[in-house]
Antibody
Framework: QVQVEQSGGEVKKPGASVKVSCKAS????????ISWVRQAPGQGLEWMGW????????NYTQKYQGRVTMTTDASTNTAYMELTNLRSDDTAVYYC?????????????WGQGTLVTVSS | QSVLAQPPSVSGAPGQRVTISCTGI?????????VHWYQQLPGTAPKLLIY???DRPSGVPDRFSGSKSGTSASLAITGLQADDEADYYC???????????FGGGTKLTVL
């Protein structure tokens, strides 16, 4: 079983950047993909993108291209998602999830979520 | 407006069966891409419920089942229980967008 632990909540001002971490344990990290999903208050899930732990390949949804960077550090089993030029509508819970291979694209194990609040 | 269409809400009495539909188009479900389903209990992170359109991870009761046909998929829940009250989301890959997409979510109420 894979456990996923995310960093704590953040409060940021408009225009700032935020970097959320996501640490996986309980399995070989190098074979994973890491997906990032966000959920605005009272809204549904929104897929932001994916990063391969194996080779660093990324796939970002068009909406976030140019503002988001997803990286991994296999030495610490940790993934990161950085979002720049924050706006008030970026206020959301950000989830990371592990694609461990159950099926193509399935997010098999989820972190607890990180609330990012953007407010002046 | 989500790429995958789900009913906003469904309801059923304890012990009954309910189904939640997930309707796509030719670039996602209709292209043969698998559908995954997630359960999000109130105030918690989503949890994988069905993967590969029909398979259950270890620990998910067989009361939950998935199916797919054409441009649609469905999640069926039999023997409804009070703790099934949650939001349910479908997910698939969209080749036109080159991205994974979620349905808008369906709130299940157990009467």
């Amino acid at each position: 079983q894979v456990q996923v632990e995310q960093s704590g909540g953040e409060v940021k001002k408009p225009g700032a950047s935020v970097k959320v971490s996501c640490k996986a344990s309980g399995h070989t990290f190098s074979g994973f993909g890491i997906s990032w999903v966000r959920q605005a208050p009272g809204q549904g899930l929104e897929w932001m993108g994916w990063v391969s732990v194996y080779n660093g390949d990324t796939n970002y949804t068009q909406k976030y291209q140019g503002r988001v960077t997803m990286t991994t550090d296999a030495s610490t089993n940790t993934a990161y998602m950085e979002l720049t030029n924050l706006r008030s509508d970026d206020t959301a819970v950000y989830y990371c999830g592990v694609n461990s291979g159950y099926s193509y694209g399935s997010i098999d194990f989820w972190g607890q979520g990180t609330l990012v609040t953007v407010s002046s | 407006q989500s790429v995958l269409a789900q009913p906003p809400s469904v309801s059923g009495a304890p012990g009954q069966r309910v189904t939640i539909s997930c309707t796509g188009i030719s670039s996602n479900i209709g292209a043969g891409h698998d559908v995954h389903w997630y359960q999000q209990l109130p105030g918690t992170a989503p949890k994988l419920l069905i993967y590969g359109s029909t398979d259950r991870p270890s620990g998910v009761p067989d009361r939950f089942s998935g199916s797919k046909s054409g441009t649609s998929a469905s999640l069926a829940i039999t023997g409804l229980q009070a703790d099934d009250e949650a939001d349910y989301y479908c997910q698939s890959y969209d080749g036109s967008l080159s991205a994974w997409v979620f349905g808008g979510g369906t709130k299940l109420t157990v009467l």
